[in-house]
């Protein structure tokens, strides 16, 4: 089957290998001439334009940065949708805006685009490992198309709903982690300022209602779990300066929505502060460093 | 072994049935002589005084609301610690201020007593089944000798560190949870607001990093877990009121620590806002409500 | 000198009216034919279409709600820009995302247009009585051309800076009162609950440092001061939700800007908060109600 | 007459001195003897004790920095209440819990000494000048017998209400002012990330609905109103620290009154966290400097 993948960067890198490791044909579009090197060395086919990508590939993938970035490589007239082949399967991996997304299947459907959104968790390391987690938004039978390709890229491929409810998904679930991060990194402050064991207190809190994936898979402090940031002096992981993007995709969901978030828009303005003070690079549970008034 | 027990409300009821049902003698005190009739039906000894109840215990508990409650029963000179027995076994499960258990620990040091602060989680249905979780602080042979006594109450018992650390312990938990279920709320009422199923939401984010026990095992959303206050109209349960006490004592235990807790101050104040409501008694998952306007 | 205004609301009818009394030739258009009509009877002449309005004007002004609509009206094909007058002056005074009328500027200039962006503050009763305050970005000479007409809209015209200054300008400033008239509420709802007299405490607070406009002009408290809202019912004035679209702007300002707003954020929420509890149309000033738990 | 005056520190040792020059007989009292033989030196005479203190003024006044100091001295055995002359005047000028200024009130009058609260605003530099502004509470009768003292003291002496509304004044008064100071540090921190221009935007906000005290009488932004810390590289003034100790005396206020203060509370912890990261003895108004990331 043949693929066209565009955005080559972090992320789009590593999966188009897992594509090309599974045998797929697969064409790669990037800005960077660079970016397309490095895969062409991998066996990916650089195209030389959106154009030339879209008129050779069954199924279309974009990993993107913002819904302005995607809505440019679709929906212009030298664009994917506009030269691509009937019936075409599209997926786009990007995080971006749920009103974006939803302006892109809107605009899919009128062309004969069958897109499903399918945003991921599992970072760089998921990527490179082939376990990433796709939340996917779309119709059942879109879906299901997509599923073969998305199952040699990730673990789960889990269908949260219609055109943009992958990306819903994604935002809501990142909320709850945002601000569950700070919340760890608050309770083990005050622990320790108070004399309580990091380690004490995180054998009581992770066996009762304190439990939280922040803490009982991510801790921020060092050397309660293993194979996390914080052992590594949190080298990212999951920077905080997407952290902070999600969060504010987050906000962006809550206006539309008309829905009140003030923990949320807390933790946006939280991490906002610490990128701001040069952190954005760091692992988002470095906040914690914030907090100790490290 | 003789037993004297301080503070017979809605959690010192269960308590002391379960202490009578284990075979102890227990003496009890509260200023309501009713609650003393209460439990004199089930078999304790009610005592005319703290004098009284102090002189003839081998073992003294309390269970009271405050921290001055808790120093009044104990320091005054007709208190419990002036009038106990050499080298008495001081059990304080009263969820109160950590400086207040520092002071009382102190104060029990210098007068022969040997003091646990053991405050609980579980609530009046965990007295009630005798499956409270105990926290304790003090010293580990003190600890030693408390444990086969508050196995008749609780399931899990926990040594969290020294004089004031169970305090600590459950108020640092009580403050990851106190935000993280308004964090679920949040994410809960955005995903509905935006059209995303809840149960297709709880599907995924239980499975994913924004998984944590207020939404798995407390979820705010109706008829996704089984018995939670959700389920039955948001009868409690743990009551708001409750909940927005522990987090005014996190809030004063990081005012003393010089702690900075951004998140869980914000959760306080819309504990507060919600209780100021009217909503003092519904359970403290219903804070959902406020968040989706109804 | 002929002038061509898009947008009769609530805002822009009293405007094209004081535009009339002031002598000016006035061609009006909005998509509500009876907006129109209304504007007709006082002397105003209705436009079929925008490229009418458009290509009989010295002047345009705008008067919209959203950027997207003052995107619409201006750039598409048969919208202000490409079908005026070489040289136009053009005005708008829609409050906007800064971003967006960057856009505009950017795009008047590639056409020859001359545009300001002048956001007002001062509300309907501002409008009707001519007392605006109109806060200006763009270059100086064509603030210049603008300010005589300005002047026959409002008391004060102060040219803030560049393209978008205006708008910034608006949107900093109503940050500061959004979160003033909170903190306002917040000090009288506690010195109520303290026994402390409203009126002793303005009298105290007015004189001191925490004196602000909030408190001093706009008392959310009734009775401390004349001709607010708060005296009566709290019937708007300046409605809640226009607060929090104002809030919102300043939230998205910040995102692009990479500036932290802790309070800002929190204010937008409890906005939000009180506008979802069916507030909208209410004073703004009517936010201390909900802190009062009312 | 004669006074006698409790707690030399940086508030009390200038107050002493204005009292000494407008012709008063004080005797002083401190636990550090080196801060009494500096006032010696200006001819106050030096007490042993309090109870020799006490009993030789017809006026006692305490300048302390915490509710249990001033409890401390006020009502042991050895304090001031039992060994003070009848119908002595008690001036408490310390800012502290309302709850205790009002347990003082209560024991001042079972043992006949007539009390006011009068926490001062105005600072060191008030004080040296004798312009501090005082925020009494207590009886009629005996802020009249204060006030010519205070008036040596101070050029504003309001009288805020019965026992304790002296403390509460200041307590509400400052929850303004913290709160707004961070909202002017937003607004001005937004507007520079913008590129509006800091004088233009003061020139509008300070004319416009954004006025606040914080923002004309105490830019955190240099350069915009003379004689303010920004000016200075932010050298108190009045100490970051100090800030806090207020908000959190609001905070201790809003519990004890079941008051939702959200804000406050979040102003709070954002001097928390400026504090925490060694900014405590910085002007209040240095907290621009953590917003700009600098």
Not at 71 to 87: H, I, Y
Not at 118 to 136: D, I, K, Q, R
Not at 251 to 266: C, R, Y
Request: aromatic share 6%; net charge negative; charged share 20%.
């Amino acid at each position: 089957m043949k693929i066209g993948f565009v955005g080559l960067g972090h992320m789009g890198n590593p999966m188009v290998k897992n594509l090309l490791k599974a045998g797929f044909d697969v064409t790669v579009y990037d800005k960077s001439a660079e970016a397309m090197q490095a895969l062409a060395a991998a066996g990916a086919k650089p195209a030389s334009s959106l154009i030339e990508l879209a008129k050779g590939a069954e199924v279309l993938i974009t990993m993107l940065q913002t819904g302005d970035q995607v809505k440019d490589v679709c929906l212009k007239k030298e664009g994917l949708f506009e030269n691509s082949l009937p019936d075409v399967l599209y997926i786009d991996s990007s995080s971006i805006e749920i009103a974006a997304s939803r302006e892109l299947h809107h605009e899919a459907g009128l062309l004969g685009v069958c897109m499903i959104d399918a945003p991921v968790s599992g970072g760089v390391a998921g990527a490179e490992a082939g376990t990433l987690t796709f939340m996917v938004g779309g119709e059942e039978k879109v879906f299901n198309r997509a599923k073969p390709i998305l199952e040699k890229l990730g673990k789960k491929i889990i269908h949260a709903g219609e055109g943009g409810h992958g990306q819903a998904a994604k935002i809501c679930n990142n909320l709850i982690l945002g601000v569950s991060m700070i919340a760890v990194s608050e309770a083990f402050t005050l622990a320790k300022k108070i004399g309580l064991d990091p380690k004490k207190f995180f054998e009581i809190s992770s066996n009762a209602s304190g439990q939280c994936w922040a803490m009982t898979k991510y801790s921020p402090v060092p050397d309660l779990v293993e194979n996390v940031p914080s052992n590594n002096g949190y080298k990212a992981g999951f920077m905080a300066k997407m952290m902070l993007k999600d969060l504010l995709l987050g906000m962006h969901a809550a206006e539309n929505a008309q829905a009140s978030v003030p923990l949320g828009a807390v933790a946006t303005e939280l991490y906002s502060l610490f990128v701001g003070q040069g952190n954005g690079e760091m692992d988002f549970s470095g906040i914690i460093k914030m907090l100790m008034g490290e």
